[in-house]
């Protein structure tokens, strides 16, 4: 099996001159719940070469056994430096795509048309599409095969308004999450604030917060063996 991992090329946080990125947390612990499974897994993003992480994820108390484990292993911080650019990827050669968080998502990946264009293809193909934390963002202008957004009447979850509020980010990001999956005709549901909570629908999976990254690309494994 092979999947594609798309991660932010956008580091700037807002107007606040603080950085963002990706958050390590939902990039490892999917990463190695997929590479220990034996899939093969290719890391893109919108301008290749290292993505940036967001500073707050490599903090002490963001650390995880995934965190802890990427921290010492040095091939897999070489394979990310190298990422591939996301024009150059097609979903032909995959089985499915995983879209881990972090702010960052929310400026590049929302309005990337090669990245909008790249869902739509893989959902269209019948192939699981999987998000976790602000990476429902990258669905806002996504479309199903009908013409309507392709998150209307799913299930879905995502980085919660009452977690953004209390990272204080509220008037920060360009939009709300969860407001806009809802105004999108999402049928956006949530588990407690930092506690695992994923929703999937059809080929559709999403995952609220960080605590929630694991979860989500076991649900992304079990979904892929069911449509083998």
């Known amino acids: 099996m092979k999947v594609l991992i798309v991660l932010t090329s956008h580091s700037e946080l807002g107007n606040t001159g603080k950085k963002t990125g990706f958050w390590i947390e939902e990039f490892a612990a999917p990463y190695y719940v997929m590479a220990d499974a034996g899939v093969e897994l290719t890391i893109a993003s919108p301008g290749g070469g290292q993505p940036p992480i967001d500073p707050k994820s490599e903090a002490p108390d963001a650390q995880t056994p995934a965190t802890k484990r990427f921290n010492m292993d040095q091939d897999l911080k070489d394979k990310l430096s190298h990422t591939v650019?996301?024009?150059?990827?097609?979903?032909?050669?995959?089985?499915?795509?995983?879209?881990?968080?972090?702010?960052?998502?929310?400026?590049?990946?929302?309005?990337?048309?090669?990245?909008?264009?790249?869902?739509?293809?893989?959902?269209?193909?019948?192939?699981?599409?999987?998000?976790?934390?602000?990476?429902?963002?990258?669905?806002?202008?996504?479309?199903?095969?009908?013409?309507?957004?392709?998150?209307?009447?799913?299930?879905?979850?995502?980085?919660?308004?009452?977690?953004?509020?209390?990272?204080?980010?509220?008037?920060?990001?360009?939009?709300?999450?969860?407001?806009?999956?809802?105004?999108?005709?999402?049928?956006?549901?949530?588990?407690?604030d930092?506690?695992?909570?994923?929703?999937?629908?059809?080929?559709?999976?999403?995952?609220?917060?960080?605590?929630?990254?694991?979860?989500?690309?076991?649900?992304l494994l079990k979904t892929l063996k069911e449509t083998k």
């Open 85 to 192: 650019k996301l024009s150059g990827v097609s979903q032909a050669d995959y089985d499915a795509v995983f879209y881990p968080g972090g702010h960052g998502p929310l400026w590049d990946l929302a309005n990337d048309e090669k990245s909008i264009a790249l869902i739509e293809d893989f959902y269209k193909h019948n192939k699981p599409v999987a998000f976790v934390c602000h990476a429902p963002g990258a669905l806002i202008k996504v479309k199903a095969p009908n013409g309507e957004p392709l998150v209307k009447g799913k299930a879905v979850t995502g980085f919660s308004n009452t977690e953004e509020e209390a990272v204080g980010l509220t008037n920060v990001v360009p939009f709300l999450l969860e407001d806009e999956l809802k105004k999108l005709g999402g049928t956006y549901s949530k588990g407690s």
């Open 194 to 219: 930092w506690g695992s909570f994923v929703k999937k629908d059809g080929l559709l999976i999403t995952g609220q917060n960080p605590g929630s990254s694991e979860d989500a690309a076991k649900l």
